[in-house]
DNA sequence: TTCGTTGCAAAAGGTTTGCATACCA
DNA sequence: TGGTATGCAAACCTTTTGCAACGAA
């Protein structure tokens, strides 16, 4: 079991000050663009395609910093590896992902939420935090290769 | 936790023949005594400390064979390091892990169960796994440090 | 000028694999 | 005896870190 560090999620007020630089612009932009999971690693890639001379770890923090603010969904592939999705709003939303084509779609987690606010009442436990993995195939891959 | 679903790894009806060995016997035994999620080098220590010469490689084979024949639990702590806890029935279940002391305990996930069945249908989704990780702090390390 | 940011190379760390040896059945 | 299982070392991979150079504000 590794301990968990502290981390006062309530930074004392400071601004983190972010600078707006090429390469960050290069990451969201390309994130941004993704409808799909994906890794870093793909995403250094893809940004490589682009012609964007970004370096891994600088998207390796990028990603880091997304994830902190609260920006991008983080799910692991079965390999452990990270995989992002930028978020569209605040709402945190979970994903039925595809094991034949890799493809993902957002579902309603409602149910799982309200168990999860339950279960902190009969537990005792506070800061509840959760993180749900979906995955299946999907009728097309399903379907007969014909 | 995995939904352990049938393994269609083109199984052709072999029988794997599993050899009980001294080190395999350890592994489980050692295993079978944490109440509380290990990881493969934590075990591998543990069976170090209890004089048990086993090599990290064959705690590694063991677990993983464990996870296949789905005689445990398996979750990632937040490091994305594996955690391993022996499955008392043949049922799949879901622990509420605490971020302070580590200690886990079960839950009854019978409404996400039923959720992702639900979740099934609707989406046309098949061979539905998910797995969920749930944290919180417990009461007794929420209160205070008296 | 300042100090956050970048990127290369190297370090970490967990997990897997190659391969010769040991051993259960 | 024959095919498993073991274990060491090395390989793999993803992610992080050290540190000098860079550049936004």
Redesign the pocket.
Same mark, same amino acid.
């Given at each position: 079991m590794t301990d968990t560090e502290e981390r006062p999620k309530g930074a004392r007020g400071r601004a983190? /000050? *972010? @600078? %707006? #630089? %090429? !390469? %960050?612009r290069a990451v969201l932009d390309t994130l941004g663009r993704c409808r799909e999971f994906v890794? /870093? !690693?793909e995403l250094h890639a893809l940004l490589a395609d682009s012609g964007s #001379?970004? &370096? *891994? #770890?600088?998207v390796? +923090? #990028?990603l +880091?910093e997304l994830d902190r603010a609260g920006l991008v969904d983080v799910v692991r592939d079965d &390999? &452990?590896? @990270?995989m992002y999705l930028r978020r569209p709003a605040g709402e945190h939303r979970h994903h039925l992902i595809c094991r034949g084509c890799g493809r993902s779609r957002p579902v309603d987690s409602e149910p799982v939420e309200e168990w999860a606010a339950r279960l902190a009442e009969i537990t005792g436990f506070t800061q509840l935090q959760h993180t749900l993995e979906l995955s299946g195939v999907c009728a097309r891959c399903a379907a007969p290769p014909s």
């Open positions: 983190p /000050a *972010l @600078r %707006r #630089t %090429r !390469q %960050r890794s /870093a !690693q #001379t970004v &370096g *891994l #770890t600088t390796y +923090r #990028t +880091r &390999g &452990g590896e @990270r």
